[in-house]
């Protein structure tokens, strides 16, 4: 049994989008849709399929090429800056899978949504805690508090967000990476230690219900040990197991 909830939905499974979702591409919308469904490609989120009668005439252009995925066969297309993905059959027939950041910007209703879209199914809670955490690699202490925010988020192992007094930043060094969260917003800085590359990452500006992560910061639990009240946890394996291969979708990864 996992120590936390698992993803609700499997890949390749659907559900109706009951909100309006328009995209934007050079400052005009290229897609305006009340008919969108969620499909999972991706355990913890899912990605919006939108019918292609609900896309503006030219923003899809045909590149002659398919690409097979486990829920069907799609005709490549360009779009924006990136691709999109046409399907003529199965469970997303008629409808076009954008690449995120193929189009300038997304909304639900009038609220800009970044990075893919929020998970229906899913609750991303910040809560204090006073348990003694500790990260540690390479046997080095990387931090240590008892005043710690813990992020619960649907699917995804707890993170830890220490404030920024208690991490050894001497351990650490600085890295230019940057990714984003529907949830969370887009990070400030991102850290490395020697044996793993962006272990670490802060938020200066998170989104109002995560305010109580800002400027502190967070490791992957997955690559770096972490004892809770004396405590050894488990490294959890997860798709961001392995810092090489950390699922993105455009041009921003995702956490």
Same mark, same amino acid.
């Given at each position: ?13 659907? +559900?109706?989008?009951?909100? #309006? ?5 050079? $400052?005009?919308? *290229? @897609?305006?849709?009340?008919? !969108? ?88 809670? +910040?809560?204090?805690?006073? #348990? ?5 690699? $390479?046997?080095? *202490? @990387?931090?240590?508090?008892? !005043? ?100 993105? $979708?455009?041009? *921003?990864?995702?956490?």
């Amino acid at each position: 049994m996992s120590a936390y909830p698992e993803p609700l939905v499997p890949p390749g499974g659907t +559900a109706p989008v009951p909100r #309006r979702i328009r995209a934007m591409l050079d $400052d005009r919308v *290229v @897609l305006d849709t009340t008919d !969108a469904i969620y499909l999972w490609e991706f355990p913890p989120y899912p990605q919006y399929y939108v019918p292609v009668a609900d896309v503006a005439a030219g923003v899809l252009t045909d590149t002659g090429e398919t690409k097979e995925f486990t829920h069907g066969v799609a005709r490549v297309h360009s779009a924006g800056s990136g691709r999109a993905w046409v399907y003529d059959d199965g469970v997303a027939k008629d409808r076009v899978r954008f690449q995120w950041d193929a189009l300038d910007s997304w909304f639900e209703e009038d609220e800009e949504v970044f990075v893919h879209p929020r998970n229906p199914y899913a609750r991303v809670d +910040a809560v204090k805690s006073t #348990r003694r955490i500790q990260v540690a690699a $390479d046997d080095q *202490v @990387l931090a240590e508090s008892s !005043a710690a925010v813990i992020v619960f988020e649907t699917g995804l192992p707890p993170r830890y967000y220490f404030p920024r007094t208690a991490v050894n930043f001497e351990h650490l060094t600085p890295s230019d990476t940057v990714t984003a969260c529907p949830y969370k917003g887009r990070t400030s800085a991102y850290w490395s230690a020697p044996s793993v590359p962006d272990v670490a990452w802060s938020y200066d500006f998170p989104t109002a219900p995560l305010l109580p992560i800002a400027n502190h910061v967070a490791f992957f639990n997955e690559n770096v040990d972490i004892t809770i009240d004396g405590v050894p946890q488990d490294r959890p394996i997860t798709p961001f197991s392995n810092p090489a291969q950390r699922p993105t $979708d455009g041009n *921003v990864n995702t956490r």
